[in-house]
């Protein structure tokens, strides 16, 4: 009787311990505001996006040639790739997204899209040789608007390291050139220096 009872008490223990190893393996999923500093890892992240982006919205939006300009008219503008000379696999294009669409809803630009260049032709295409498409309807091919601007840039790095510290510098450049005249009529950079320091107890 002592032994059955001793058995229980040692399933209900083992049980017990069990129930808090899953407990604590447990994933917990929370929604969190996408605005706040992300310091995760001291690799590029969404806080580095954000800053960059702010700042280079902000510089060309203000630049005293460039406001004199999209005063009077809406320039077209088309964004190149951004150039990674970082040795991250990094976005890119998450970017340019960014920084075009702030600008594009300031009301100051408008964009035409390089990336689709292929898709358009095919639908243009399609509407006037397919013979499937009313003419009075179709997109007229040779109309689309010519870009007066090209937005472009790099982002680079330089990391050091010992073995208790890791200090990465980053460097976003962006310009934006006339293409007709190739001048460089605005450009900015944008530094970030992020540093990890390896504690006592391990990473």
């Not at 300009?69 to 320039?75: A, D, G, L, Q, S």
């Not at 964009?111 to 260049?117: C, E, I, L, P, R």
């Not at 990391?159 to 460089?184: N, P, Q, R």
Request: net charge neutral; glycine share 4%.
């Amino acid at each position: 009787m002592l032994m059955k009872k001793y058995s229980s008490i040692v399933g209900l223990t083992v049980m017990a311990a069990a129930l808090l190893v899953l407990q604590g393996c447990s994933t917990k999923v929370a929604y969190q505001d996408a605005t706040e500093v992300e310091t995760a890892t001291i690799d590029f992240g969404s806080t580095d996006l954000q800053q960059i982006a702010s700042k280079m919205v902000d510089s060309v939006l203000t630049f005293p040639p460039i406001v004199q300009v999209t005063n009077e008219r809406r320039p077209v503008m088309f964004v190149d790739k951004i150039k990674n000379k970082t040795t991250e696999h990094i976005d890119t294009e998450s970017i340019t997204d960014t920084i075009s669409t702030r600008i594009l809803r300031s009301g100051k630009f408008r964009f035409v899209d390089m990336t689709k260049v292929s898709e358009v032709r095919e639908q243009l295409e399609f509407q006037n040789e397919s013979g499937m498409v009313n003419r009075n309807s179709a997109a007229q091919i040779g109309r689309q608007v010519g870009a007066e601007y090209m937005m472009y840039g790099n982002l680079s790095s330089i990391v050091k390291k010992t073995d208790d510290v890791k200090d990465v510098y980053y460097k976003f450049t962006l310009k934006v050139m006339h293409l007709e005249s190739g001048i460089v009529e605005w450009s900015d950079e944008k530094e970030i220096r992020k540093q990890r320091e390896k504690s006592l107890f391990g990473r």
